[in-house]
């Protein structure tokens, strides 16, 4: 592996502006870091070499010509996760009806990351529609985890944190709605940032679940993760649910101390199913935020023991309604084997959804249908205004929650598979955070004894993203992995 | 409660799913684990909660307005780009009227 690899989107960025670096030389060294090792970690649904160089050699021209300046990205090779629109380029969401799926035009956060020079090296693996939470419910194949093949990276963005952890890229985008974005950069040892709900257009995200969907940034250094959000946030007129309010300065407080900030623990969350080396890595953690001027606290989540059981109505329910759209006609898969129209959507949904997926939108169906709504999707969303005033009164008394990202380390490959359930409660720390639309970031903080990472979670009040990214950093420059 | 076979045949005919015969009984049960899971919440009491649908406030229950300007629309070639059937400039559907 060519050693650059291994380097930030920072340290890749300062070799550019030096001119030690050409932006071809980049994207050949990570397309061959690709070529070395895909073939095991299976991150990548979609990659186009040829199209990347060509890219690379315009920028190159345009950066000569100096008709474009050094951006934050210029020149970075990027991975994005496949329920993204890009124009022109696959975007299958992981589901076989969408396999042959290529939009007519770009989401929101890749025109930005375009606008601003990255180069798009590939689309990543994820569960189907985003469903799972190991990447075992892509249609296509499941990724594995490079800290350990024989296990999962997490999901649903395993594939992004699969190919960010085995150096492939810098830094790639993922899409959380219940964790998929830090659960697996908690398995897979890097850093990943679920934004306030509203902070980064959804504008192109394949929708799942429209009320907790977020895009961010999964990348191996929290400056790095700063610098993504800071090209991603803002407003956008194409998704009303999209904040009109200002974007803060992201990376101005990355390096800055942490004195004085209250720090508050959920008591539910370090107690029950936690695994004990993980509970330790977390307690460790506090003991280090506590060294560099940070008071810790418990605090209480009466409602948290409820949250999966929340989630688990509430996405579902929306995913019933976005995935209505898949019918055969306009885009996507269409059975052969019907006569009529009635016959065809059946035909063209069963054949094109996987098992989990239909699961779902069974379970949604059901949830949203006469006689249940009230004691199902009515009721989750009572509870949910209690899960999120459990968030307001704790945000009175603390600046941010820490806690575990994931219950377990990573798991081995089928070993969850038989039991929805099961699979189910590996969201059981993330769900809360979408539930109440508060950022969270999850942060390596440790190694377990079989050498696999741990992760530490940190959420932050809404729109508190810059808080949030300013302690992981202190923490991160205080652990040595 | 026990969820009945029919019942989940009702389901997936809402939501214009298929369901093999073989595959009912094992839909069925996993499907009663899961709704068992829920009735957790039977238990909170909600009697003077409003349900949250969006977390996050701000512009909540209003609709963002934007001046009423000409926008550039994705054409009929980009439209239908992506149609597995298409004819004359349309979405092509099996016969609907007989």
């Known amino acids: ?481 | 409660m026990p969820i009945r076979e029919d019942e989940v045949r009702r389901i997936a005919r809402l939501a214009k799913l298929k369901i093999e015969e073989g595959e009912l009984a094992g839909t069925a049960e996993r499907f009663e684990r899961i709704l068992e899971y829920f009735g957790q919440l039977g238990e909170i009491d909600t009697e003077r909660v409003e349900p949250t649908f969006h977390a996050v406030s701000e512009g909540a229950g209003q609709t963002p307005m934007r001046d009423d300007e000409e926008r550039q629309s994705p054409g009929t070639e980009d439209a239908l780009a992506n149609a597995p059937k298409k004819s004359e400039g349309h979405f092509q559907v099996p016969k609907v009227i007989e």
């Open chain 1, 1 to 481: 592996m060519n050693e650059i690899c291994r380097w930030s989107v920072r340290q890749l960025r300062d070799a550019l502006k030096r001119r030690e670096l050409s932006v071809s030389e980049i994207a050949r060294a990570f397309l061959e870091r690709f070529n070395e090792i895909d073939s095991e970690v299976r991150a990548f649904l979609h990659v186009d070499p040829e199209r990347t160089m060509r890219q690379a050699a315009e920028l190159e021209r345009s950066l000569a010509r100096g008709e474009k300046k050094l951006g934050f990205l210029t020149g970075i090779p990027l991975a994005v996760k496949d329920n993204i629109s890009t124009r022109g380029v696959p975007t299958t969401c992981g589901s076989r009806i969408l396999k042959e799926y290529v939009p007519t035009y770009d989401a929101t956060v890749i025109q930005r990351l375009r606008l601003d020079g990255a180069l798009l090296l590939g689309k990543t693996n994820c569960d189907e529609f985003a469903m799972g939470s190991s990447t075992e419910n892509s249609a296509f194949f499941p990724s594995r985890n490079p800290r350990d093949l024989e296990r999962v990276p997490g999901g649903s963005s395993g594939g992004s944190a699969a190919a960010v952890a085995s150096f492939q890229v810098p830094a790639a985008l993922g899409s959380d709605t219940g964790g998929s974005i830090r659960q697996p950069a908690a398995f897979c040892g890097i850093v990943g940032l679920k934004p306030t709900y509203g902070r980064v257009s959804r504008y192109g995200l394949i929708a799942f679940a429209s009320s907790l969907d977020q895009i961010g940034p999964m990348t191996r250094t929290v400056r790095d993760a700063a610098v993504l959000l800071q090209v991603l946030a803002g407003p956008d007129s194409r998704d009303s649910t999209c904040s009109r309010a200002p974007v803060d300065n992201f990376v101005s407080g990355i390096g800055k101390d942490v004195r004085g900030w209250k720090i508050g623990v959920p008591a539910e969350w370090l107690s029950g199913g936690l695994d004990p080396e993980i509970r330790t890595a977390v307690e460790s953690a506090l003991k280090v935020l506590q060294g560099l001027g940070c008071s810790v606290r418990e605090i209480r989540f009466p409602h948290q023991k409820h949250a999966l059981a929340v989630y688990y109505i509430i996405a579902p329910s929306e995913a019933s309604s976005n995935l209505a759209r898949y019918d055969g006609v306009r885009f996507g898969h269409r059975s052969e084997r019907a006569n009529s129209l009635e016959e065809m959507y059946e035909a063209t949904r069963s054949e094109g959804f996987g098992p989990e997926v239909k699961r779902r939108i069974l379970i949604g169906a059901y949830a949203l249908s006469a006689g249940y709504y009230d004691a199902y999707y009515l009721k989750a969303g009572k509870v949910r205004t209690l899960i999120l005033q459990d968030f307001r009164r704790a945000f009175e008394a603390v600046d941010l929650i820490v806690g575990p990202t994931a219950p377990t380390l990573p798991f081995r490959l089928g070993e969850k598979t038989t039991d929805p359930l099961e699979m189910y409660l590996s969201d059981v720390f993330t769900v809360t955070a979408n539930l109440a639309g508060v950022p969270g970031l999850s942060l390596p903080c440790a190694v377990s004894k079989s050498g696999l990472p741990i992760g530490l979670q940190i959420l932050g009040p809404h729109f508190q993203e810059g808080r949030v990214l300013r302690l992981a950093h202190a923490l991160e420059r205080e652990l040595t992995l």
